[in-house]
């Protein structure tokens, strides 16, 4: 998604003596509250996909740096539900910028099942807020959409798969939106590489993720997950901190 007007600007606010006592009122403005896991983590859990270990009470912190030059927080965490009778994982993700939320607030709420070793995605739900302006995403995903292989076929250099959705787009004062074409993205294993993020060193395994003509470079490491994200017109992810979660030795 674009981040524009990152300096928090509005090109159409009229230039008068109003405008520059508006300009000494105080901005009311409440960052959103952490988010946190609902219960710590079972030391005897055994993820079913060790790359995309979904540990419920887990929680990682990333630094976010956009080219634009907009730098921000990441926290992600884990929680376990009950959804028709089979267990489902609540992956909630936090995105707050630097200075609390003024220029970008995200909040992402993504739902998996495991697949035996596979991890398959079956809801997500996105609420953004950039320079004031809200917006809500609703991800419709098109018949199994597996957001990660097993272990075997991802160590396995070339390893590909896809999955599609459509969206729905929801703003204040506005009719939904939705797109007849649905978004697929496609996945290619690029084998094993070394990665040092701030959380440390890791040997990870490299996936291209591509929409399109874009591409996103994640790097999985085995106990953790996600460890780095770099797209192609230079936003970075890169993991700090972790907890509930352990690197395999």
Do not use: H
């Not at 630094?63 to 907009?70: A, C, F, K, N, Q």
């Not at 506005?174 to 074409?181: R, V």
């Not at 290619?188 to 470079?217: C, D, I, M, W, Y």
């Amino acid at each position: 998604m674009a981040l524009t007007a990152c300096n928090g600007k509005n090109a159409n606010s009229p230039s008068n003596s109003n405008t520059n006592d508006n300009a000494n009122r105080p901005l009311v403005f409440t960052p959103p509250a952490p988010i946190k896991p609902q219960s710590p983590p079972d030391p005897n859990f055994v993820a079913c996909n060790p790359y995309f270990p979904l540990v419920p009470g887990s929680l990682k912190k990333f630094s976010l740096v956009w080219p634009t030059g907009l730098v921000a927080d990441a926290t992600v965490v884990v929680d376990a539900a009950q959804e028709n009778g089979r267990k489902v994982f609540v992956e909630t993700m936090q995105i707050v910028d630097k200075a609390g939320g003024v220029n970008k607030a995200e909040k992402t709420v993504r739902k998996y099942v495991c697949d035996a070793e596979r991890v398959q995605i079956i809801d997500e739900i996105t609420e953004n807020r950039i320079d004031g302006k809200e917006n809500t995403v609703e991800f419709k995903f098109r018949d199994v959409a597996i957001a990660m292989l097993d272990p075997t076929s991802l160590k396995r250099k070339g390893s590909t798969w896809t999955y599609s959705f459509y969206q729905l787009f929801k703003s204040p004062g506005q009719l939904p939106a939705a797109p007849e074409e649905p978004v697929i993205i496609s996945f290619e294993s690029l084998g094993e590489e070394e990665v040092t993020v701030p959380a440390g060193k890791f040997k990870a395994a490299k996936v291209v993720r591509r929409v399109g003509q874009n591409q996103v470079f994640d790097y999985f490491v085995p106990g953790l997950g996600l460890v780095k994200r770099q797209s192609a017109e230079g936003t970075l992810w890169e993991l700090k901190e972790y907890s509930g979660v352990t690197p395999a030795e």
